[in-house]
């Protein structure tokens, strides 16, 4: 039999010394660190927030995506200026994860592991560090999915069956869309990189370093990716535009960009700015080679050396926020914020059609796709790393760097970094 939430607070207050903090009758103010649209997710769950507690005030600081994780980086390190609790996108999440910042959310009074079996299982496997701590709380994720045009498809005599057997096959029928319809593949070959080096990845395997921090560049899958990338800039099938760009945008407007292998909030992305007038003409299946990985989420956090005065209150939020299925449910309606809370899987809004796909029930797609992906061992350099394997590809690309001497020199500078 489940406590009442009240009692469970009232024990998490008592245990962290907080007695009569929750129900204080002084205002206290939570202070929310978060980065666009998330920062609009929470503000739009105050309204409930506040019916619990209107005596406890949340102010959100927002700021832009990379300033967010700049300031966090600062605050983290110094102690200064930091807030309750932070949000952290999960390319972010390995850089905090392995260091000492974070709150040990799988310890009493919080017990996060108790937690696990209501969230998508790669999400919250990647809140755990290497000691074995619980550092964040997933919220939402983005399911890896293909996003392809079927007007240009079909000018190429091509269906969606043709992009999907194998990397190999997507490529093939990439040039038959060029020679078609003069349209590229995609936007930048980057992207296959991106997308193949995940390929294949076992249970807690980390993607560029092990869990002791050795070095993984060198593995068959890094060789696939940046061959198949190679064959792509080769063929001329990449418009070598980099993603947001106006160059990048234009293409999807115009229909020079054929496919997109992205995350599922593309879709949302697509329709609300980058190319609403494309409306009906995408459509969206699983990633080539029956591939499932994650394509980015957003996660909940409280640094340890917050104002333990207001930790209750600040876990009792990220409960709210990840736990209510009503809010994650808004949070996808508005937001495209895909859910990380699996009770919210069932609901009918999952097999509605999805006008800007001309009526494909996609979310059901990435719902199968979010239930296979594998989660990876996250690592403080892995940011790092995607810089260094991206200027190599990039050596390959456009100087003809041999592909095995591009990873080599890629791994002998991770190395040097894999221990900082």
Request: glycine share 8%.
């Given at each position: 039999?489940?406590?009442?939430?009240?009692?469970?607070?009232?024990?998490?207050?008592?245990?962290?010394?907080?007695?009569?903090?929750?129900?204080?009758?002084?205002?206290?103010?939570?202070?929310?660190?978060?980065?666009?649209?998330?920062?609009?997710?929470?503000?739009?769950?105050?309204?409930?927030?506040?019916?619990?507690?209107?005596?406890?005030?949340?102010?959100?600081?927002?700021?832009?995506?990379?300033?967010?994780?700049?300031?966090?980086?600062?605050?983290?390190?110094?102690?200064?200026?930091?807030?309750?609790?932070?949000?952290?996108?999960?390319?972010?999440?390995?850089?905090?994860?392995?260091?000492?910042?974070?709150?040990?959310?799988?310890?009493?009074?919080?017990?996060?592991?108790?937690?696990?079996?209501?969230?998508?299982?790669?999400?919250?496997?990647?809140?755990?560090?290497?000691?074995?701590?619980?550092?964040?709380?997933?919220?939402?994720?983005?399911?890896?999915?293909?996003?392809?045009?079927?007007?240009?498809?079909?000018?190429?005599?091509?269906?969606?069956?043709?992009?999907?057997?194998?990397?190999?096959?997507?490529?093939?029928?990439?040039?038959?869309?060029?020679?078609?319809?003069?349209?590229?593949?995609?936007?930048?070959?980057?992207?296959?990189?991106?997308?193949?080096?995940?390929?294949?990845?076992?249970?807690?395997?980390?993607?560029?370093?092990?869990?002791?921090?050795?070095?993984?560049?060198?593995?068959?899958?890094?060789?696939?990716?940046?061959?198949?990338?190679?064959?792509?800039r080769l063929r001329k099938l990449d418009?070598?535009?980099?993603?947001?760009?106006?160059?990048?945008?234009?293409?999807?407007?115009?229909?020079?960009?054929?496919?997109?292998?992205?995350?599922?909030?593309?879709?949302?992305q697509l329709a609300n700015w980058v190319?609403?007038?494309?409306?009906?003409?995408?459509?969206?299946?699983?990633?080539?080679?029956?591939?499932?990985?994650?394509?980015?989420?957003?996660?909940?956090?409280?640094?340890?050396?917050?104002?333990?005065?207001?930790?209750?209150?600040?876990?009792?939020?990220?409960?709210?926020?990840?736990?209510?299925?009503?809010?994650?449910?808004?949070?996808?309606?508005?937001?495209?914020?895909?859910?990380?809370?699996?009770?919210?899987?069932?609901?009918?809004?999952?097999?509605?059609?999805?006008?800007?796909?001309?009526?494909?029930?996609?979310?059901?797609?990435?719902?199968?796709a979010a239930r296979r992906i594998t989660?990876?061992?996250?690592?403080?350099?892995?940011?790092?790393?995607?810089?260094?394997?991206?200027?190599?590809?990039?050596?390959?690309?456009?100087?003809?760097?041999?592909?095995?001497?591009?990873?080599?020199?890629?791994?002998?500078?991770?190395?040097?970094?894999?221990?900082?």
């Amino acid at each position: 039999m489940r406590a009442s939430r009240r009692k469970v607070l009232a024990g998490l207050a008592a245990s962290l010394g907080l007695s009569g903090a929750v129900h204080a009758s002084a205002r206290t103010t939570l202070r929310v660190a978060a980065y666009p649209l998330i920062d609009e997710i929470v503000r739009a769950a105050l309204p409930r927030w506040r019916a619990m507690h209107p005596q406890v005030e949340v102010q959100v600081i927002s700021r832009a995506y990379a300033d967010h994780h700049t300031a966090m980086t600062t605050a983290l390190s110094t102690s200064v200026h930091l807030p309750d609790v932070m949000a952290l996108e999960a390319s972010y999440l390995g850089r905090y994860s392995q260091g000492e910042g974070l709150e040990d959310l799988s310890r009493p009074p919080y017990e996060a592991e108790r937690l696990g079996s209501r969230f998508v299982p790669y999400a919250f496997d990647q809140t755990r560090n290497r000691r074995g701590g619980r550092v964040a709380v997933p919220t939402d994720i983005g399911p890896g999915t293909l996003l392809y045009r079927t007007d240009l498809l079909t000018r190429a005599g091509l269906g969606p069956a043709d992009l999907t057997p194998s990397w190999e096959a997507y490529v093939e029928a990439g040039a038959r869309i060029k020679a078609a319809t003069g349209a590229y593949l995609i936007g930048n070959a980057q992207s296959v990189k991106d997308i193949v080096i995940r390929s294949g990845l076992q249970p807690g395997e980390g993607l560029y370093f092990d869990k002791d921090s050795r070095v993984l560049v060198d593995a068959p899958r890094f060789h696939r990716a940046f061959a198949l990338a190679r064959q792509v800039r080769l063929r001329k099938l990449d418009a070598k535009v980099n993603a947001w760009s106006n160059e990048w945008a234009e293409g999807f407007r115009r229909g020079t960009i054929a496919t997109d292998l992205t995350g599922a909030w593309m879709v949302g992305q697509l329709a609300n700015w980058v190319a609403p007038g494309t409306k009906g003409l995408w459509r969206v299946a699983q990633l080539p080679e029956q591939t499932f990985v994650g394509y980015g989420g957003s996660f909940y956090a409280m640094p340890r050396r917050a104002d333990p005065g207001r930790k209750a209150l600040g876990w009792e939020l990220i409960q709210m926020l990840t736990l209510t299925p009503a809010l994650q449910l808004e949070a996808f309606k508005s937001q495209d914020a895909f859910p990380a809370l699996v009770e919210t899987h069932q609901d009918p809004f999952f097999e509605q059609p999805v006008a800007f796909l001309g009526g494909q029930p996609a979310r059901v797609v990435w719902r199968e796709a979010a239930r296979r992906i594998t989660a990876t061992q996250v690592h403080k350099q892995t940011n790092f790393a995607d810089e260094v394997i991206g200027t190599e590809l990039d050596n390959v690309l456009e100087q003809g760097k041999d592909i095995g001497r591009a990873l080599a020199d890629a791994r002998r500078l991770l190395e040097r970094r894999a221990h900082r």
